[in-house]
């Protein structure tokens, strides 16, 4: 077995980090996952996490919200930040913190019940609306930065779960935006959906990026290209490469990257 290389190569941010991990490493058990990550994720920019299955990019994605603490066996070191805020420091909130670290999975999830309380779920949970109106007004704009509105405004009391799996999908994104998250993580959001749904679905990450900043796990190196502006490529649990996405899928500076980005693995 050859050793693990744990060069990482990084051009800097042009602009503000709006997260910045320094030294993390993560353990499931004995089992190593994430070998010294230390990776900026810029402010109202789209991070794609990419690399071969295993390689640790939903366990990095779950460091940033503190996913992972619900794994009894996950051990994390390091240092993670937003905005300067240290997100592991004991004093902190983890409810806040996943109400300012919002979250998308790979299925849609929304829960059982109304299109309407799917979307007021978050907001109630941490007392965000004033009046009855202004819980509709949170609804309804939530809603229509989704990209969701027109398709559902006249049956917001009809169950979420029988929406179309892309409608599913806006749903659980119009919840996720509900409570103002500053950044907003997606593990593969549209592995589940056929190319139509997303399409729109990537059309709103583009458009969502003017006010939040999303880092999303994809295994498809086309969707990483078409939504992202920056790129890190993983292996074995290693950040290898980081830079401007088109950096990245046209002149990749390490072999391990050259070799997954032209198809060579993975
Ligand atoms: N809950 C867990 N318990 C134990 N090991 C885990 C757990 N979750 C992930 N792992 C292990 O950690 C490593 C990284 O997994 P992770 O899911 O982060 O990779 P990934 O790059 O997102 O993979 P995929 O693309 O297949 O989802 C793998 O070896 C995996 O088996």
């Given at each position: 077995m050859t050793a693990l290389d744990f060069t990482t190569h990084t051009v800097p941010l042009d602009g503000k980090a709006k997260i910045s991990a320094k030294n993390v490493n993560l353990w499931y058990g004995e089992k190593q996952?994430?070998?010294?990550i230390n990776l900026e994720i810029a402010e109202h920019q789209v991070t794609a996490l990419i690399g071969?299955?295993?390689?640790g990019k939903s366990t990095f994605l779950r460091c940033l919200n503190r996913?992972?603490?619900?794994?009894?066996i996950c051990r994390i070191q390091g240092d993670i930040r937003i905005d300067g805020d240290?997100?592991?420091?004991?004093?902190?909130d983890v409810v806040h913190l996943r109400a300012r670290v919002g979250m998308v999975f790979q299925k849609p999830n929304p829960f059982p019940k109304s299109i309407f309380d799917n979307v007021a779920y978050g907001p109630r949970l941490h007392g965000l609306a004033e009046s009855k109106d202004h819980m509709e007004h949170i609804v309804k704009s939530s809603l229509e930065r989704a990209g969701l509105w027109k398709e559902v405004s006249d049956r917001?009391?009809?169950?979420?779960?029988?929406?179309s799996g892309g409608q599913q999908q806006r749903l659980c994104i119009a919840r996720a935006i509900a409570v103002s998250p500053e950044v907003i993580l997606m593990d593969?959001?549209?592995?589940?959906?056929?190319p139509i749904a997303t399409a729109k679905i990537e059309e709103l990450i583009d458009e969502l990026r003017e006010n939040f900043t999303i880092a999303i796990v994809t295994h498809s190196m086309q969707q990483a290209a078409r939504v992202s502006q920056r790129t890190a490529f993983f292996h074995l649990g290693v950040l290898v490469e980081n830079g401007p996405t088109e950096g990245i899928f046209t002149?990749?500076?390490?072999k391990r990257t050259q070799d997954y980005v032209t198809g060579r693995f993975g």
């Open positions: 996952a994430l070998y010294n071969p299955s295993g390689c996913m992972n603490d619900t794994i009894s240290d997100i592991y420091a004991p004093e902190l917001l009391s009809a169950p979420g779960t029988g929406l593969e959001p549209c592995s589940a959906l056929d002149s990749p500076v390490d």
